[in-house]
């Protein structure tokens, strides 16, 4: 059984800094990889989204990887702003399933 | 497309109450997925439907939740009777399916039950 773990579970650094959000898989057979931000009292917005085929995506200041050998994912956040303030989540999508697998979280606050 | 629709946005019932969750998906996307949202048990996938046709409901917690998808763009989620501990945010999510699996969630339904 798929199992998602995110470390930290917070994190709260100031202005500027470059960061990184860790989220790993215990079964490394996935389809996908995909990060969400979830700011408070709303729903999930999708930041990037990972093929099994691919190693790496790009968004702006947001730069995902993905190492399935190993079983993880890296987003990084440069030059991060009080806006990136919220709740970051990572999901795998284990193949020969159609559904996604969510990690707890990192609640990250950017501190002006 | 305006996106995943949910409603209510919240939704105040008392125990014993039978309450009903509606989500429009995104046009043209073939997969829905009901999810619930805790603090103590993070994102848990409910059930889902592929092409109106339920695929996986074994994340549905007890028969007291039902849902359906009588047609491709309108779903429900309904629990009969209602529980304190079925407090919790309910998430719709659609996917326009085969290989492109990128989800989209609605603004969920914060759901209490006193």
């Known amino acids: 059984k798929q199992e998602v773990t995110q470390i930290p579970a917070a994190l709260s650094v100031p202005e500027g800094e470059n960061l990184v959000l860790n989220c790993s898989f215990t079964?490394?057979?996935?389809?996908?990889l995909q990060w969400f931000r979830q700011d408070p009292g709303k729903g999930l917005t999708s930041l990037l989204l990972?093929?099994?085929?691919?190693r790496e995506q790009t968004s702006g200041r947001l730069n995902a990887s993905l190492d399935k050998s190993s079983g993880r994912s890296t987003l990084y956040i440069a030059a991060s702003q009080p806006g990136d303030s919220a709740t970051y989540l990572c999901?795998?999508?284990?193949?020969?399933?159609?559904?996604?697998?969510f990690g707890t979280g990192t609640r990250l606050k950017v501190l002006a | 497309d305006a996106g995943v629709i949910q409603s209510p946005r919240h939704e105040v019932t008392e125990m014993g109450q039978e309450v009903t969750l509606r989500c429009k998906p995104i046009?043209?996307?073939?997969?829905l997925f009901w999810y619930r949202q805790t603090m103590m048990r993070g994102l848990e996938l409910l059930i889902y439907?592929?092409?109106?046709?339920?695929?996986?409901d074994s994340g549905m917690p007890e028969d007291r939740f039902s849902a359906k998808m009588p047609n491709a763009s309108f779903s429900t989620l309904k629990i009969q009777p209602s529980e304190p501990r079925d407090s919790a945010v309910y998430f719709c999510?659609?996917?326009?399916?085969?290989?492109?699996?990128?989800?989209?969630f609605g603004q969920g339904t914060r759901l209490t039950v006193v």
């Open positions: 999510a659609s996917t326009l399916g085969a290989e492109n699996t990128e989800a989209f």
């Open positions: 079964d490394s057979a996935i389809y996908n």
């Open positions: 990972i093929q099994s085929s691919q």
């Open positions: 999901a795998s999508f284990p193949s020969g399933t159609y559904k996604y697998i």
């Open positions: 046009s043209g996307h073939d997969y």
């Open positions: 439907f592929n092409n109106n046709v339920p695929i996986d």
